[in-house]
């Protein structure tokens, strides 16, 4: 899986709209852009993928460079609960449908909600 | 309906031991994963199974640590003669078959394992 590349912490305030920021120059055309988010003292979550168009659903919005080389994992409205690593992370569609790919992780953005 | 299980939730061994963990999938999901997250860091992959497919091992960091699945439900990862490096918390996570870019992966709770 292609590399991503994302700042190792932020900050924001409750209530308010987080973008965090994720980098995958050398994504390929079948790469699917995913996101996961992982809870203190928790395993990972799934947060929401996309391919090209922008995404949307309860947890969050995806949005994704015309280029693809890059993507926005938007929280609309920040809580306290939404403070996690949050991790960007590319998947490709492999010819064979009866065999997935291993996921690499990155070390994610740690996110600070400040009350 | 149930998410997957692992156990134990904590260990604590003796450097030297064995140890076993135990991961219950979602019913269903022929996909299961073992990672690893040292305190601090980011996950690290260890070992993929896939149906009936050899397992993915390219993770496994030793020969100390092997894996097994029993069709297509419980896993068990086996670390032998256990060192304090081996401290971490042990994720396991599975998903349905196939397609792998459009299949989420649904995560236990981990085993967090201590070696003194």
């Known amino acids: 899986d292609a590399k991503t590349t994302q700042p190792n912490s932020m900050e924001s305030n409750e209530e308010e709209p987080v973008h965090l920021p994720c980098n995958h120059s050398t994504i390929s055309g079948t790469d699917y852009i995913h996101w996961y988010r992982q809870l203190p003292s928790q395993g990972p979550e799934y947060v929401i993928h996309g391919l090209t168009s922008n995404v949307n659903n309860r947890m969050a919005s995806l949005a994704i460079a015309e280029d693809r080389k890059s993507s926005t994992l938007i929280l609309h409205r920040a809580t306290l609960r939404d403070a996690a690593v949050y991790y960007c992370?590319?998947?490709?569609?492999?010819?064979?449908?009866?065999?997935?790919?291993?996921?690499?992780f990155g070390k994610g953005t740690r996110l600070h909600i400040l009350p | 309906g149930a998410g997957v299980s692992q156990s134990p939730s904590n260990k604590v061994t003796e450097k030297g031991k064995d140890v076993e963990l135990r991961c219950d999938p979602i019913?269903?999901?022929?996909?299961l994963y073992w990672y690893r997250q040292s305190l601090g860091q980011g996950l690290e992959f260890l070992i993929y199974f896939q149906g009936n497919s050899a397992p993915d091992k390219s993770g496994l960091p030793s020969d100390r640590f092997s894996a097994e699945r029993t069709g297509e439900s419980v896993s068990t990862l086996t670390i032998q003669r256990t060192q304090q490096e081996d401290s971490a918390v042990y994720l396991c996570?599975?998903?349905?078959?196939?397609?792998?870019?459009?299949?989420?992966?649904?995560f236990g709770p981990g085993t967090r394992l201590t070696v003194l």
């Open positions: 996570a599975s998903s349905l078959a196939g397609g792998g870019a459009y299949n989420e992966q649904f």
């Open positions: 992370i590319l998947r490709a569609v492999r010819l064979s449908m009866n065999r997935d790919d291993k996921i690499i």
């Open positions: 019913s269903g999901h022929t996909a």
